[in-house]
């Protein structure tokens, strides 16, 4: 483990939400790329540029989610 201190959890779940996301989308968006031998190069450029766009708009976005998430569910018991 890194042992990254948990009151940064937050940061560490915006990267990897993102990056994860911004991976998928950039896959998709590169598919047809795939016939002409240029998806990995395509790809990578593409998740890149999304992933710094994304990082700070899940940073941003994330407790504003989540507070919604919280008033749109109940407990269950």
Not at 33 to 60: D, N, R
């Given at each position: 483990?890194?042992g990254i201190?948990?009151?940064?959890?937050?940061?560490?779940?915006?990267?990897?939400?993102?990056?994860?996301?911004?991976?998928?989308?950039?896959?998709?968006?590169?598919?047809?790329?795939?016939?002409?031998?240029?998806?990995?190069?395509?790809?990578?450029?593409?998740?890149?540029?999304?992933?710094?766009?994304?990082?700070?708009?899940?940073?941003t976005a994330?407790?504003?989610?989540?507070?919604?998430?919280?008033?749109?569910?109940?407990?269950?018991?």
């Amino acid at each position: 483990m890194l042992g990254i201190p948990r009151r940064y959890a937050h940061f560490v779940f915006a990267v990897i939400q993102s990056g994860m996301t911004s991976a998928i989308a950039a896959a998709i968006a590169s598919s047809p790329m795939w016939s002409e031998g240029h998806f990995s190069s395509h790809w990578l450029k593409s998740w890149l540029a999304a992933w710094f766009v994304m990082v700070p708009i899940v940073l941003t976005a994330a407790p504003a989610i989540r507070a919604v998430a919280i008033k749109l569910t109940r407990e269950t018991g």
